[in-house]
């Protein structure tokens, strides 16, 4: 017996070939599913369902949004900090199209370029040596969507909305964000608030409500062919804080640096409802049902991320003249976001 089971064992040299073998088959698994995860971000994901968002959503060190506590945030007048700001720029061409999350606005064709640059932060310079922190940095925008609620709160507060304007540095700027993957992002956040009895619009933003998209991607979306200014949308006051934070939707990824503008911009109550329904109920390929044009169940209406840590992280304030006059317009925002909140 003893004899018969030596004859049956394999060879160190089977063996060893099985084991390369099973090494090999290994390697191209891992491989795959790394392929797999780099296309993660452009799958869909469902605000009710956070847990299941990628690793770095739910780990990650400098996430956002943030809540951001007034009487803590460091006032900077240090002009290293302070954008340079000329023109948003204005648009000939755009798309307003339904995500299957929100509402956005692609660019297209300008008629007026965008004028703005930032300074480089750790985000930009990563390991460059052409590029040193206070450097400005030209930017071009990208797409701006929204939010209902507010992402970002104000001493614990929401504002009805938020809008984002989504840009990057522009390529040739800072030799590292050439090397990242949608390079480095700069986000311009405005909060969109209830005026008096919660009838007054900002025009630019009623005019992007006037013609809903039926359904969802760029292909059912409502092309325009008329001048949008985005200067408009930008608070007259362009106070901000600013912080280094994430995506707030999957990946997550820790490149953005956040303009959030201190002061509101006016939207009646009817377009944050429609926006609401239109989250909900607009047809889509992740429905379960397309029932006469509605999707069913219907989606969650709210689409903003709750409010992550802060991980030690600074917020600054940023303003071109330390007027206390405009610190007393902030106090004043934040009380009535505490008599207005939800």
Not at 122 to 143: D, F, R
Request: overall charge negative; proline content about 5%; charged content about 20%.
């Amino acid at each position: 017996m003893q004899s018969l089971l030596f004859s049956l064992s394999p060879s160190p040299f089977v063996v060893l070939s099985a084991w390369l073998t099973m090494r090999s088959f290994l390697t191209v698994v891992v491989a795959a599913l790394m392929v797999v995860n780099a296309f993660a971000s452009e799958l869909p994901f469902d605000y009710r369902a956070m847990s299941d968002w990628p690793k770095l959503c739910n780990q990650g060190k400098q996430q956002s949004p943030i809540n951001i506590y007034t009487k803590e945030v460091t006032i900077s007048s240090d002009k290293l900090q302070t954008m340079e700001f000329k023109t948003m720029g204005t648009l000939e061409k755009y798309v307003v199209m339904f995500t299957g999350t929100c509402l956005q606005v692609t660019f297209k064709d300008w008629s007026v370029e965008t004028d703005v640059k930032i300074p480089a932060n750790e985000y930009h310079i990563g390991n460059s040596t052409e590029v040193k922190e206070g450097q400005l940095l030209a930017i071009e925008p990208i797409q701006m969507h929204i939010h209902t609620l507010s992402e970002h709160t104000l001493d614990g507060f929401y504002a009805p909305g938020e809008l984002h304007i989504v840009t990057k540095v522009r390529d040739g700027e800072s030799d590292y964000c050439d090397t990242i993957e949608g390079g480095c992002i700069a986000v311009f956040a405005v909060l969109l608030t209830y005026e008096r009895h919660g009838n007054k619009n900002n025009h630019v933003l009623k005019e992007m409500f006037d013609k809903m998209p039926p359904g969802t991607g760029e292909k059912d979306g409502v092309h325009h062919k008329t001048k949008l200014d985005l200067d408009e949308l930008i608070p007259e006051d362009r106070d901000y804080f600013l912080y280094k934070g994430s995506y707030t939707t999957p990946p997550c990824t820790e490149v953005v640096t956040w303009h959030v503008f201190a002061e509101p911009v006016d939207i009646a109550a009817e377009l944050i409802q429609q926006h609401q329904h239109m989250v909900s109920f607009t047809q889509g390929e992740d429905c379960t049902f397309n029932y006469h044009g509605y999707c069913s169940p219907p989606r969650e209406k709210t689409n903003y991320r709750p409010i992550q840590r802060h991980m030690g992280r600074d917020v600054y304030l940023i303003r071109a003249e330390m007027s206390l006059c405009r610190w007393n317009y902030l106090e004043s925002l934040v009380s009535y976001l505490k008599v207005n909140r939800r």
